[in-house]
Structure formats: C-alpha cells, structure tokens
C-alpha cells in the first residue's frame, strides 16, 4: 500500500474553523513558448509511472480520504475509507475527526455502489464529477490513470496550478492536484466549499 500523504503538500492538522487548508496558487498563464495547460496535462499522462499499489490484488477498491467540508463559516473534517467490488458491492466508513463527532459504517450489497463509465458526451461538469466520484471509491490502474488525465485534458477552461489544474465546475472552480510520477489524482477542491485528499488507495482481498 502506498501512502500518498508525503506528496500531498497540506498539512492535516490544525484547521482553523472556517478556513480549508489551501489549494495550489493559480499560475496566470504559461510563458511564450511553454506548453498550454492541456499539452502539460497530456504530458503527464503520457509519462504516467507505476504506483506501489498496483501490483496489490483482491476483489476490493479500497480508497481512504480525509475531507473538509464547509457549512456556513464552520469547516468540519471527516476520515472516510470506502471499499468497492466489481459487483457494486462494499463499505462507506466515515467519522468526523475534526470537531469530534459520531461515524457511521454502512455495508452495500451487489449493485448498491454502482460505478456507470464516464459519458464524454455529457457536460464539462459531469464528466468531472463522474471521474472523481470514481477515484473516490475504485483503484484506477495505470492506463485508466492515464485515461482520466487525457479526459480532463479535453475539458474547456483548464488551467495550470502549482501543483496541479483547474477548471470551471457550475459555480465554482475546481482544482486537481497530480503525483506527477504515478499520474494518481491526490487531492481535489471545489472553491472554498470542500476539499478532499487521499491518504492512501490498493486493492484487498476480504472487508475488515
């Protein structure tokens, strides 16, 4: 299993309540001569590396996520791991860790998480709500990594980060933060409303 917290640049501790940890400052514009915000997001699928945890097997995604989630001015931190068979099948565990509160774990029988492929017909918005609702919950191997990067290559309005991209999502903007080795999706926030970062993703054979 491979933790991906060492690249993800915000630290976990100490949210100040109603401020989410920082997103990557938005870089104006290449300079004449460097790649578009496309080209370097193609590029980086193109050199997509191995992951640790892709040689790990089983018949479960399992994905662990930290998010921070903004309800008025108050920010509330969660600890989320979710396990998905190919059936549909497994198990939502969340608890809020930051102000302490109640968790809940919910298992899912087959068909009950269902994972419906990316439409790229659809609109810019729900194609990237549909990507990342997918590296939420399902291990992507290294060519589907590959694959979900050229998707959000093709989206309107994409733009380079420090250290990743945005693009326009409804209201908002939506920014994507890489491991530029593994081509894995680290982190993802929509304005100043959440924030998710995965701690860690493999595959396993049974539920805990």
Known sequence: MRALGAVVAV???????GVLPAAAQTVLGPPPGAPSAR????MLAAAAGPAAADGSTGRYSRVHLVRWVRSGTAVARFDSERWRAPDGSGRVAERRI??????????YSSGELPMPPVD??????AIVTSLLDM??????????????LRTIAGLPGLAAEGRGFSLPVAATRLTIELDPDTGEIIAWQYGDAERVEVLSRERVAELP
Do not use: C
């Open 98 to 107: 930051d102000p302490p509160g109640p968790g809940s774990t919910v298992d």
């Open 11 to 17: 630290v976990l501790g100490g949210l100040a309540a």
């Open 39 to 42: 080209e370097r997001l193609l």
């Open 135 to 148: 590296v939420g919950i399902r291990y992507l191997d290294r060519p589907e990594r590959a694959a979900a």
């Open 120 to 125: 790229p017909t659809a609109d810019p918005t």
